[in-house]
């Protein structure tokens, strides 16, 4: 139980397209999900936290309006990266959390590589 | 800020050796929380820790919970190829918004 589910696993694409990435929760609600950032050799940076049905809070640093981050249902969330950049190529990783007392289950990642 | 440092960096070990790791805060945490990140891919809990003190096992993986709330460590016996990968620690912060924050990481090769 708990999977998480991200799509796509790989993207590559032009400077200044947006690219969406989704996050489901496959047999569980999830009330939230987070999304992260990890840049090659490094951990995991977390970006924003997305409550369903409510707007995301973001990390000190992180650009709302590039990053723009959907919560539409109990199980899935959206990540859209805006007029994405080289320097945003990185490794995007989601997690949804079904109680608060419970660990997060994370997603596989998306690749996102930006030409 | 909160800084979550592993040590070591990396380790390159012999299939069956004995693996230790650690993870030190400058601040107090309630939770610890041991991932293994595989190339390309999101990371797995390996073994959660809540009570200071407290030693958990998860098979041939070890994990405890610092006395001084400030360290977790982790130690892999008799280690496999598959053992291969990212290790990080992790541990919550920013009240009860279950943020989490994550370690440097240790990265594990095993060589057959």
């Given at each position: 139980g708990a999977v998480v589910s991200q799509h796509p696993s790989w993207v590559i694409c032009?400077?200044?397209?947006?690219?969406?990435?989704?996050?489901r929760s496959l047999d569980f609600q999830a009330t939230t999900m987070f999304w992260y950032r990890q840049f090659p050799?490094?951990?995991l940076m977390l970006m924003a936290t997305s409550n369903e049905g409510s707007k995301a809070t973001y990390e000190q640093g992180v650009e709302k309006d590039k990053f723009l981050i959907n919560h539409a249902?109990?199980?899935?969330?959206?990540?859209?990266?805006t007029s994405a950049h080289p320097e945003d190529s990185s490794f995007y990783?989601?997690?949804?959390?079904?109680r608060s007392d419970q660990p997060q289950h994370f997603g596989?990642?998306?690749?996102?590589?930006?030409l | 800020g909160q800084q979550l440092n592993q040590s070591p960096q990396s380790m390159f070990i012999q299939?069956?050796?004995d693996v230790s790791m650690n993870c030190t805060s400058s601040s107090i945490f309630n939770t610890w929380l041991w991932y293994k990140q595989d190339p390309g891919e999101g990371p797995v809990l390996l073994i959660a820790l809540y009570k200071a003190g407290e030693l958990t096992s998860n098979g041939r993986l070890t994990a405890q919970f610092g006395i001084t709330r400030?360290?977790?460590f982790l130690n892999i016996s008799a280690s496999i190829p598959s053992?291969?990968?990212i290790y990080f620690c992790a541990g919550p912060y920013g009240g009860a918004t279950n943020k989490l924050i994550f370690g440097t990481g240790t990265l594990l090769a095993v060589q057959p």
């Open positions: 032009k400077s200044g397209t947006s690219v969406k990435i989704e996050c050799k490094q951990s249902s109990l199980t899935l969330s959206t990540l859209t990266v990783i989601c997690s949804a959390l079904s596989d990642g998306t690749r996102l590589s930006i | 299939e069956g050796e400030k360290d977790s053992d291969v990968g």
